[in-house]
């Protein structure tokens, strides 16, 4: 992650499945890579929150597509 910025008023996630929140202080930007049919391309996601002392990451699905990302879930590696 890089770009790293403390946001001026903390954001509060809720966790649908618990009912909790989580507090996100920061954002930033983080590189990764996608495979659209057998090309591999390299993209960039910015304005990631950060929650510290998360053990796993967090992905939104509505701010991915937000960005204009198609979102597609397949098992293949099974």
Known sequence: MYNIKELEVPIKIKVVKSGSYLIAGERGD????????????????SDVLIVPNLETNLISVRKLKMKGFRVIFDDFMN
């Open 30 to 45: 983080i590189k990764g890579t996608i495979w659209t049919g057998s090309q591999r391309k390299d993209i960039i996601v």
